[in-house]
């Protein structure tokens, strides 16, 4: 079968990494790409041979693309994948899908127009933890959920606000340690969790010099009833352990920096835990050593998750099927994160439509 040609728009942090990750794809080829910075664009291509431009629409007129990437800030993420699926190209978009609602919509509005697929990147979901944990959810063996958590305690310097004026800001990056750093905790939580029914919330800004919030934290009540919290800040130097966890009266699982670090099952005990329980002690093959993560570098992303929904979109788009993180599905952190605002400015819990 012939391979798809990508093209990539935006070639700052997150575009190398999308390259990388085409490049590591027999069924993938990329051909071009853009920045409205030259320099920008002409680095990234140099490097993986394509061809630069400066206008994705100059990219769009003069290339054969079957799949665009849109990695550029989140604000202009809504507008730029219309105009690629208008153009008769798929498209994949950096998280978050858009920074409002009304834009969420209007994606979903050209994609039913147009009949094109959209995938958001959310490749924690390609994890094999988060995998693994889903699949026992769906077989019941975590038993009825009770509790689920995300912190996200990371660390962002001033310096790395202040290297793009976009950063940090309502207008483009859609908020702060939520928006840009936790979606992608958030996704995975309500992956596995289940929708978020009511939310209350408290968010400040601690450390930086920034419109945006770089604390924040939620109470949470999902959908079946069980409770859970979000507790999330760019302000702990120098970057911890990102945990999402996950309790029910059957099983324990605990993610850690995207690999398994607990899982007990009640299904596994050869004898009964006791009334007090059974202690905290790590399950075999629990993770002690951790590869370098974003927590402290945001440049730290491995290409090899991305590749995995890439090529997620690659089968969708060979088997017109539907990518696993589609538009409808990416919009749920999105409305969480918009909830969790809402609430932390009003004061009020907010429940989810």
């Known amino acids: 079968m012939?391979?798809?040609?990508?093209?990539?728009?935006?070639?700052?942090?997150?575009?190398?990494?999308?390259?990388?990750?085409?490049r590591s794809l027999p069924q993938a080829e990329l051909v071009a790409v853009a920045d409205v910075v030259p320099e920008k664009a002409q680095k990234l291509a140099d490097k993986f041979h394509a061809t630069a431009y400066t206008s994705l629409?100059?990219?769009?007129?003069?290339?054969?693309?079957?799949?665009?990437?849109?990695?550029?800030?989140?604000?202009?993420?809504?507008?730029?994948?219309?105009?690629v699926m208008r153009s008769g190209r798929h498209v994949i978009i950096e998280k978050p899908m858009e920074i409002r609602k009304d834009r969420i919509e209007e994606i979903l509005k050209v994609q039913r127009e147009t009949g094109k697929k959209v995938a958001v990147i959310s490749q924690h979901r390609f994890d094999e933890a988060s995998q693994q944990v889903h699949q026992l959810i769906k077989e019941q063996a975590l038993g009825r959920l009770v509790m689920g958590?995300?912190?996200?305690?990371?660390?962002?310097?001033?310096?790395?606000?202040?290297?793009?004026?976009?950063?940090?800001?309502?207008?483009?990056?859609?908020?702060?340690?939520?928006?840009?750093?936790?979606?992608?905790?958030?996704?995975?939580?309500?992956?596995?969790?289940?929708?978020?029914?009511?939310?209350?919330?408290?968010?400040?800004?601690?450390?930086?010099?920034?419109?945006?919030?770089?604390?924040a934290v939620a109470v949470l009540r999902f959908e079946n009833g069980a409770l859970g919290t979000i507790a999330a800040t760019t302000g702990a130097y120098p970057g911890v352990t990102t945990r999402i966890e996950l309790f029910g009266d059957k099983g324990s699982a605990v993610i850690e920096d995207d690999r398994m670090g607990y899982l007990h099952l009640a299904s596994q005990d050869t004898e009964e835990v006791g009334p007090y329980g059974g202690g905290t002690k790590k399950s075999e093959g629990a993770v002690t050593a951790k590869p370098k993560a974003t927590a402290s570098d945001p440049a730290a992303l491995q290409a090899s998750t991305h590749a995995h929904q890439i090529a997620d979109m690659i089968r969708a788009i060979q088997e017109n099927g539907t990518p696993l993180v589609d538009g409808n599905a990416a919009r749920h952190p999105v409305e969480i994160i918009l909830g969790i605002y809402e609430a932390a400015r009003t004061g009020k819990e907010v429940t989810l439509s």
């Open 2 to 22: 012939e391979k798809l040609r990508f093209g990539i728009v935006g070639c700052g942090v997150i575009g190398p990494t999308h390259a990388e990750a085409i």
């Open 57 to 83: 629409q100059e990219m769009l007129d003069r290339e054969q693309l079957d799949v665009v990437d849109v990695c550029t800030p989140s604000g202009m993420h809504g507008e730029l994948a219309c105009q």
């Open 149 to 215: 958590n995300a912190a996200i305690p990371w660390w962002r310097s001033q310096k790395y606000y202040d290297s793009g004026a976009w950063r940090g800001t309502w207008a483009l990056d859609g908020g702060g340690i939520l928006m840009n750093q936790s979606i992608h905790s958030i996704d995975v939580l309500q992956w596995l969790m289940g929708r978020v029914k009511t939310i209350r919330a408290y968010t400040d800004t601690l450390v930086h010099n920034m419109e945006t919030e770089d604390v």
